[in-house]
């Protein structure tokens, strides 16, 4: 079946590192794979997307390539902020139409 | 102005009680779906509707049985509620394929924080 691994957390960063957190998966078919993100206490938001391979996804300064050859969707921002501080989670979907998530990566991000 | 909505946003009850969670969504979308996250924040599918019709239903208990009397409303009851059952519930929808390349995305609801005491 389809799967998706993270990396393990947390992730504490200073603020303005750079920041990857690392994504592969498994799936029948041509994925779409997406990012979300979840703030504490509040639901999931989607981050950025990509369809198909050597798609780049971004949005509010987060990047993440498709690379069908790696199978990997890692997601990377030059310079974080404390406000980016939350829980990133990989996800694809097939035609399925059901997300399949990763386990979540804790991102800290101090002053 | 809120886009996908579930209420309540706290659940707590004893365990052997029956619960619902409703959820509504105003975008128009076709598609619905109610995710569990536990404990560790792992976030599984239970089901999902198509305009009222069932399309996906994970090996979840027969104590959850969904309901969509419209496509914009799925609601989760949950009868003889168990300690196990305590996670957050997430509603979430998507539009159909007519809608072009935005068809895969979901949009999610705040959650439903279920406590079984």
């Known amino acids: 079946g389809d799967s998706v691994t993270q990396m393990e957390g947390p992730v504490t960063l200073s603020e303005e590192a750079f920041l990857t957190i690392n994504c592969t998966y498994t799936?029948?078919?041509?994925?779409?794979l997406f990012w979300y993100v979840q703030y504490p206490g509040e639901g999931l938001q989607l981050l950025l997307k990509?369809?198909?391979?050597?798609d780049k996804g971004s949005n509010k300064g987060f990047e993440a390539t498709y690379r069908k050859e790696t199978t990997s969707f890692h997601l990377e921002k030059g310079s974080v902020q404390v406000s980016d501080s939350a829980v990133y989670f990989c996800?694809?979907?097939?035609?399925?139409?059901?997300?399949?998530f990763g386990s979540g990566t804790r991102l800290q991000v101090q002053p | 102005d809120t886009a996908v909505s579930q209420t309540p946003k706290y659940l707590v009850t004893q365990m052997g009680n029956d619960k619902s969670i409703k959820c509504e969504q105003n975008l128009g979308h076709d598609t619905m779906y109610w995710y569990k996250q536990d404990s560790k924040k792992f976030l599984k599918i239970m089901f999902s509707y198509n305009n009222k019709e069932l399309i996906i239903n994970e090996t979840v208990p027969n104590r959850f049985s969904p309901k969509s009397p419209d496509k914009a409303h799925l609601n989760l009851h949950i009868n003889s509620l168990e300690l196990g059952d305590s996670a957050v519930y997430f509603c979430?929808?998507?539009?159909?394929?007519?809608?072009?390349?935005?068809?895969?995305?979901?949009?999610f609801g705040p959650g439903t924080r279920l406590t079984v005491l």
């Open positions: 990509a369809t198909k391979a050597d």
């Open positions: 996800a694809l979907i097939t035609g399925r139409r059901a997300l399949t």
């Open positions: 979430a929808s998507s539009p159909s394929r007519t809608s072009g390349s935005s068809y895969n995305e979901q949009f």
């Open positions: 799936a029948t078919g041509y994925p779409s």
